[in-house]
């Protein structure tokens, strides 16, 4: 029988939402020795930091196509090192737009010991109600700062550190006993692979986007936009455009015979406003094809909602382990794997109503390093994260 590392010293990866939940839930249960945040970024606030600046125009639609856009970048051979800043689109800005607002119920997304605070939006008042139970992102942005910062535990913070791999050095996990990653999901944007796109983007640059790169409405004034995807940031964008008149009108949406959101549907582009389509299949010049044989002329602006690919380049080469967003389920391909033995708790987390289940995920953490932490010296099985899930194999 083998014999349990005692976890005693914690990295998180990412102080998101999810980063600062794991971090109050660790911290608070006064077993370990050592909790420390690596994050990218320059502040708190994960996907909630909001971004002002433009991002560049995509330059290359075949690596968002095939989702090859975010390899592993190398590592200096000298540690620490500063590095300058990278385009891949992980490191691009943040998908925030100046009004963004949440579009889950707060009493659904705050942390049981954590409210939301009450400031709520003109917009949101004037088109809610005045008990709006939705937020501004800035009011977020508190919120996940007000989470580590009120015990301090801002401090366990590194900022604008990017943690590119994790291994393991002879016995144990350098310097650490377990890793925790909420490294969050929504960063690389998925685009999918359409004929006459690339000419479509490089006869008048920036005329591609993805929602990720949406700043607001005043660049489409005027302008015939088409939207691609059936979800939530394509209807958040159509909505905008067209309730707002900003855009030439109708606001041209690719929505039929796409998965809705399950929790919105479709009604978001169920208006006058909005004429929706099926599918596209290719563009010619200025002119957006579709399946049905119908057309778009004179497009201006294709503005991709279509998602986002997931990517983890944690898992050192070469390892067996595959850590996949399913849900809070991590399935560990092989048990037996160098990974597995040691202590990292893989944790992919791409939610819909992200925090419901965020709030979950990092006390589930905690309690599992809770149980590691308390285990020392006793010779007990691994607990992995298919231990306590039956159903993960
Ligand atoms: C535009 C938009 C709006 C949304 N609105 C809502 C909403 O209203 N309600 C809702 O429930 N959900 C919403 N979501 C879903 C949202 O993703 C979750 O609510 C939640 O905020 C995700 O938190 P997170 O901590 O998991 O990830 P993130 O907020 O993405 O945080 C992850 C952090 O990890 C850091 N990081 C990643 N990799 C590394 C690395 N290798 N090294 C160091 N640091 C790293 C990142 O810089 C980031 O700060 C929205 C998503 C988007 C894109
Ligand atoms: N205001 C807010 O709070 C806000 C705003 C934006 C986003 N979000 C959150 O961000 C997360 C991501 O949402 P998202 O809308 O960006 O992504 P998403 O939920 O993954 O939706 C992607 C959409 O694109 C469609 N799609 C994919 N490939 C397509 C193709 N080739 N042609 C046409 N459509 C295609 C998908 O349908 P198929 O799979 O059927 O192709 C789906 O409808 C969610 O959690 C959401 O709640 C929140």
Redesign the pocket.
């Known amino acids: 029988m083998s014999v349990p590392i005692p976890i005693k010293r914690v990295a998180v990866i990412g102080a998101g939402l999810a980063g600062a939940i794991a971090v109050d839930a660790l911290a608070q249960e006064n077993t370990f020795d050592l909790i420390r945040v690596f994050e990218r970024r320059e502040g708190l606030g994960g996907c909630r930091i909001g971004d002002t600046s433009r991002p560049p125009t995509i330059s290359d639609l075949s690596i968002l196509a095939n989702r090859t856009a975010d390899p592993p970048i190398p590592i200096p051979e000298n540690l620490p090192a500063q590095t300058p800043k990278l385009d891949q689109p992980r490191f691009a800005e943040s998908?925030v737009y100046p009004y963004?607002?949440?579009?889950?119920d707060n009493t659904a997304m705050e942390f049981t010991q954590e409210s939301i605070p009450e400031e709520r939006s003109e917009w949101s008042i004037a088109t809610h109600g005045p008990n709006t139970p939705f937020r501004h992102w800035k009011v977020m942005r508190q919120y996940v700062s007000s989470l580590l910062e009120r015990n301090g535990y801002q401090d366990f913070v590194s900022y604008n550190t990017i943690v590119e791999r994790v291994e393991k050095v002879g016995a144990e996990w350098k310097w650490f006993d377990a890793v925790v990653v909420v490294s969050g999901?929504?960063w690389v944007p998925?685009i999918?692979a359409?004929e006459g796109l690339e000419q479509f983007e490089k006869s008048r640059p920036g005329s591609v986007l993805h929602?990720k790169h949406f700043r607001g409405r005043d660049l489409f004034r005027g302008k015939r936009v088409v939207i691609?995807?059936?979800?939530?940031?394509?209807?958040?964008i159509a909505v905008d455009l067209a309730s707002t008149k900003t855009a030439d009108l109708p606001v041209h949406a690719?929505?039929k015979?796409?998965?809705?959101?399950v929790?919105f549907g479709d009604i978001a582009f169920q208006q006058t406003q909005i004429k929706t389509h099926p599918?596209?299949s290719h563009i010619a010049g200025r002119t957006v094809h579709l399946i049905d044989g119908n057309s778009i002329p004179e497009v201006d602006h294709i503005i991709?909602?279509?998602?986002?690919s997931w990517t983890l380049p944690l898992p050192p080469p070469g390892s067996q382990r595959a850590i996949l967003a399913a849900g809070l389920i991590a399935r560990q391909s092989q048990p037996s794997s160098s990974l597995s033995k040691g202590a990292t708790i893989g944790l992919g987390v791409?939610?819909?109503v992200?925090a419901l289940l965020l709030i979950f995920g990092g006390c589930f953490i905690t309690e599992c390093l809770r149980r590691k932490g308390k285990m020392k010296g006793e010779p007990q099985p691994y607990l992995s994260v298919g231990d306590a899930y039956p159903g993960a194999s």
């Open positions: 998908s963004l607002e949440t579009n889950v999901y929504y998925y999918p359409i929602s691609v995807g059936a979800s939530v940031s394509a209807a958040d690719i929505v015979g796409h998965n809705t959101n929790y599918s596209n991709f909602g279509t998602g986002y791409g939610l819909t992200g």
